[in-house]
């Protein structure tokens, strides 16, 4: 089992930028893709941005062209560097990782952009 563990939430301003870490339990180079969620309360976990083994990466719409996912399997580390932050990018956020069928979601944390 793969645990994951976020880090790097908090409170920004609008305009300014926060990068968010998910430290993994084990080896991360075999894992087939990696990501992000986030949530609002009373609302459905969307989809934020997803990176592969080969570290292809993509993004929603929402997020494309502010954010950008990167992987360092060395350090057993997934990230998610978050520019230009808008009161609307408040949420929790997940990461996951799914190693062959198996899906593994760490608990979340929170970012809260000020307008």
């Known amino acids: 089992q793969v645990h994951l563990a976020e880090s790097g939430g908090g409170l920004v301003q609008a305009g300014g930028s926060l990068r968010l870490s998910c430290a993994a339990s084990e080896s991360i180079f075999n894992i087939n893709v990696m990501g992000w969620y986030r949530q609002v309360p009373g609302k459905q976990r969307e989809w934020v941005a997803t990176i592969t083994s080969i570290s292809s990466t993509n993004y929603a719409d929402s997020v494309k062209g502010r954010f950008t996912i990167s992987r360092d399997n060395a350090k057993k580390t997934l990230y998610l560097q978050m520019n230009s932050l808008k009161p609307e990018d408040t949420a929790v956020y997940y990461c996951?990782?799914?190693?062959?069928?198996?899906?593994?979601w760490g608990q979340g944390i929170q970012v809260t952009v000020s307008s």
């Open positions: 996951f990782a799914q190693k062959v069928t198996v899906v593994y």
